[in-house]
């Protein structure tokens, strides 16, 4: 355990960040896999509408660092891709 008052304070900012990033990258997931979902079934409304969710998630999560911009492009494209496909 931490001895200095500067590291204590570090490790309770540590502890809510650790609790706050987990949220947001369960609801990121979660978004993500809506729309893999929509896009594995036949309704391509459901699937573009899913799409568009889970990329203002995977922007938000980008934009606040909590997984790098290149990963959010890729799973935006791959999943564009798949809804494409479907026509």
């Known amino acids: ?11 309770r900012q ?4 650790n609790a706050r990033n987990a949220g947001q ?3 990121m997931r979660t978004s993500l896999k809506k729309a893999v979902k ?12 899913a799409l568009k969710s889970a990329g203002a998630a995977l922007d938000r999560a980008a934009a606040k660092g909590l997984i ?4 959010a492009a890729r799973h ?3 999943l564009s891709a798949k ?3 479907m026509a």
């Open 1 to 11: 355990m931490a001895n200095i008052k500067s590291a204590k304070k570090r490790a």
């Open 14 to 17: 540590a502890v809510k960040r």
């Open 25 to 27: 990258r369960s609801a």
């Open 38 to 49: 929509a896009a594995d079934a036949t309704d391509k409304a459901g699937a573009e509408a």
């Open 68 to 71: 790098h911009m290149n990963k």
């Open 76 to 78: 935006k494209s791959r």
């Open 83 to 85: 809804i494409r496909a």
